[in-house]
């Protein structure tokens, strides 16, 4: 089953409390940073496994960093433009739900050459079993059945729907922030109501 990493667990709440304190451009304490210690401390973890954690996201580009003795990081972006996809492929690289994803033309095609090859070698003495147990290499993957594999479109379908999901969903949602749109309706409906409460 797909599952997250305790890694990237520990990424999303690192991150998430760092988005909570506003810093972060347009926040609150756009113009501070916050330490690896003041987190780890906050989170309750290693502190060499949060230095770790930061200086890759910082690599990546997600947060920025100040060096010296006031230094520290702060998320490069809004927390609503950061999603959980640019998270996960930090900690863990790029999402691929089957090995045969990365070769898109084998999902394009019908691979008919490949079929061929499949064939050749069946009529060569090889057995159905014995094609599955030995991975032949065809089209640049290790798998016996992508010439005539049925469920490879399909597959490629899922996984362009999970790979959505992660781009879809942003580290304000994960970290409980309001965003400002929202926070606005949300207020305007209080107001109403309590206009209507007092008009009765």
Excluded at 23 to 31: C, F, I, K, T, W
Excluded at 78 to 105: M, N, R, T, W, Y
Excluded at 130 to 138: M, N, Y
């Amino acid at each position: 089953m797909l599952r997250i990493s305790k890694k990237a667990d520990y990424a999303v709440f690192l991150l998430g409390a760092i988005a909570r304190q506003g810093v972060y451009p347009g926040g609150e304490a756009a113009d501070t940073v916050v330490s690896a210690h003041e987190i780890a401390k906050q989170a309750g973890l290693n502190k060499s496994v949060v230095a770790n954690l930061l200086k890759e996201f910082s690599r990546h580009g997600v947060l920025d960093s100040v060096r010296g003795l006031r230094g520290g990081y702060r998320l490069a972006s809004h927390p609503s433009q950061i999603s959980l996809g640019q998270i996960l492929e930090v900690v863990e690289g790029k999402f691929v739900l089957v090995d045969c994803v990365s070769h898109p033309a084998a999902f394009l095609t019908g691979d008919a050459a490949s079929a061929g090859e499949v064939s050749a070698a069946t009529d060569a003495g090889s057995s159905a079993e014995a094609s599955l147990a030995d991975e032949t290499t065809i089209g640049g993957h290790s798998c016996s059945l992508i010439g005539f594999c049925p469920s490879k479109q399909p597959m490629r379908v899922v996984h362009e729907r999970i790979s959505q999901l992660f781009a879809n969903i942003h580290l304000d949602e994960l970290c409980s922030m309001i965003p400002v749109a929202n926070a606005t309706t949300a207020q305007t409906a209080i107001s109403n109501s309590q206009a209507t409460t007092s008009g009765n």
